[in-house]
């Protein structure tokens, strides 16, 4: 049986009560949506829920090794893997270099191993451009280590980030999700490449969800001047002054998503 968009919206509403509470977000009507992109033209990030099982420090200074229950999707010539983490208030994003080759995630039984060689901090707001780069291991290990679940995305300049979703709509029988941007950050270089990306609804407390396919582009205050208008005051509630850049995601097909065990 399909999902219908009745089911969809109901649990965008249920989620814009939640995560008021679970990120103690002043009030607005919007919700966490991950977007996953990737640079390889028609492409679309390959992503997977997990239950964390452990982070660990690697053979460097600089590597950090996250444990997951269940399969990752192994990287190919030219894609890395990237393990998303999150507490309420702070995230990372753990990456695996390109030239990391097939030891850079392995599993083993019903465990898989992802070893990063870069760590990006993540925000819930529009700037994360500006974040730390050159995270300390033991902040990592420290700030989300105890954390229930991740996120996994695999491709070409693989990207996995959270947005707030400001507004939703059905158009031509599809839902439509609308975020902004503050500055042009590291999914803007893949959507100049590559339209094509996967958005993630999930129930913070549970990872249960609903993952999407689908183009991402800009558009104009013109073109929907109600949902710009929601993302502007959602900007300014914020205190994020205004969005440099608008976004409308299509979706084309949807699946529910469930943390892998």
Known sequence: MGIGNGELLDFFAA??????????????????????????????????????LGIERGASPTELVVRVAGEVSQAGPGEIATVTLFNQFVGYQV?????????????????????????????????????????PV????????????ALAGVGAAANLSPRFCWHTEEAG???????????????????KANPNVTRIALDPETFQGYVAAG??????????PAAYDKICRGFANGGWGKPARVFRFVAERWERLAPRE
């Open 95 to 135: 990456k695996t270099r390109a030239s990391a080759g097939p030891g850079a995630v392995v599993q083993d039984g019903p465990v898989t191993a992802v070893r990063g060689g870069q760590v990006f901090t993540l925000h819930h707001s529009p700037f994360m451009l500006t974040a730390f780069e050159k995270v």
């Open 15 to 52: 989620q814009i009560a939640k995560q008021q509470r679970w990120f103690q977000v002043q009030h607005a009507d919007k919700f966490l949506c991950y977007m996953g992109s990737t640079s390889a033209p028609g492409a679309f990030l390959r992503v997977t829920a997990h239950r964390l």
């Open 215 to 224: 183009r991402a582009d800009e558009f104009s205050p013109s073109d929907n």
């Open 138 to 149: 033991e902040e990592v290990i420290a700030s989300v280590g105890r954390a229930r679940f």
């Open 173 to 191: 029988g599809k839902l439509v999700l609308y975020h902004g941007d503050g500055l042009p950050m590291k999914t803007f270089l893949n959507l």
